[in-house]
């Protein structure tokens, strides 16, 4: 099966992404995940969009679409993905149809005004890459999942988050419905707990 996770920032795309993929044994493929990896490991890639995602801004296309392509090729992807933070834009959506069109597209649906406290509250975790929200750990500066180190992500400050959630409104938004016409368009209510919305996943992707 080949998903697509769509919705805003801070909608909880990664942290359902991560229990669908377990579920599914489908892989789990972020976009902000890998270019936050080669901007630790400083590598060209890293180096040349660091300033552009802490400013909230989307990497360009060639690359992004390029990295996509490269990471469906190998062997894990055979039997489908699991996309989280890609496609980002109508580019990269009619790219992605004429190599691996997705089966379905998840929107996680929220009110935009929730994002803001959800995002500036969160910690990220260093190994495992999942998410809290400090409404739910406290300052514990330990991962509740595996025990990695939680950090701040650099791009969670309001300047950035204001500025995400233009690009999401201007470029990914009209993702909607380029997919609602394909009839792939799977809207979930993701204003629920955690488990709530997982199980409304599951009822659509089974
Ligand atoms: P969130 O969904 O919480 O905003 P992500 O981890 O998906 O965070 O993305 C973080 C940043 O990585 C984006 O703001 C953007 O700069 C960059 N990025 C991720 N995916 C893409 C993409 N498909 N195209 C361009 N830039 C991307
Ligand atoms: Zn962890």
Same mark, same amino acid.
């Given at each position: 099966?080949?998903?697509?996770?769509?919705?805003?920032?801070?909608?909880?795309?990664?942290?359902?992404?991560? @229990?669908?993929?377990?579920?599914?044994?489908?892989?789990?493929?972020?976009?902000?995940?890998?270019?936050?990896?080669?901007?630790?490991?400083?590598?060209?890639?890293?180096?040349?969009?660091?300033?552009?995602?802490?400013?909230?801004?989307?990497?360009?296309?060639?690359?992004?679409?390029?990295?996509?392509?490269?990471?469906?090729?190998?062997?894990?992807?055979?039997?489908?993905?699991?996309?989280?933070?890609?496609?980002?834009?109508?580019?990269?959506?009619?790219? @992605?149809?004429?190599?691996?069109?997705?089966?379905?597209?998840?929107?996680?649906?929220?009110?935009?005004?929730?994002?803001?406290?959800?995002?500036?509250?969160?910690?990220? !975790?260093?190994? !495992?890459?999942?998410?809290?929200?400090?409404?739910?750990?406290?300052?514990?500066?330990? !991962?509740?999942? !595996?025990?990695?180190?939680?950090?701040?992500?650099?791009?969670?400050?309001?300047?950035?988050?204001?500025?995400?959630?233009?690009?999401?409104?201007?470029?990914?938004?009209?993702?909607?419905?380029?997919?609602?016409?394909?009839?792939? @368009?799977?809207?979930?209510?993701?204003? @629920?707990?955690?488990?709530?919305?997982?199980?409304?996943?599951?009822?659509?992707?089974?």
């Amino acid at each position: 099966m080949k998903l697509i996770l769509l919705g805003a920032p801070g909608s909880g795309k990664g942290t359902q992404a991560a @229990l669908i993929s377990e579920k599914l044994n489908l892989p789990h493929i972020s976009t902000g995940d890998i270019f936050r990896d080669n901007i630790k490991r400083k590598t060209e890639i890293g180096l040349k969009i660091k300033s552009i995602i802490d400013g909230g801004d989307l990497c360009p296309d060639d690359l992004t679409i390029e990295i996509v392509k490269q990471r469906l090729s190998e062997k894990d992807c055979e039997n489908g993905y699991l996309l989280d933070g890609f496609p980002r834009n109508i580019t990269q959506a009619k790219a @992605l149809d004429e190599s691996a069109a997705p089966d379905k597209v998840i929107e996680l649906v929220i009110p935009l005004e929730k994002i803001e406290k959800r995002i500036t509250g969160r910690r990220s !975790c260093v190994k !495992c890459k999942s998410s809290f929200h400090v409404d739910l750990i406290g300052n514990r500066k330990d !991962c509740p999942t !595996c025990g990695g180190e939680l950090f701040v992500r650099d791009d969670d400050n309001p300047t950035s988050v204001k500025e995400r959630l233009a690009v999401y409104k201007t470029q990914t938004a009209p993702l909607i419905e380029y997919y609602a016409k394909q009839g792939k @368009l799977v809207p979930i209510n993701a204003d @629920l707990p955690i488990e709530e919305v997982f199980a409304d996943i599951l009822k659509v992707v089974k």
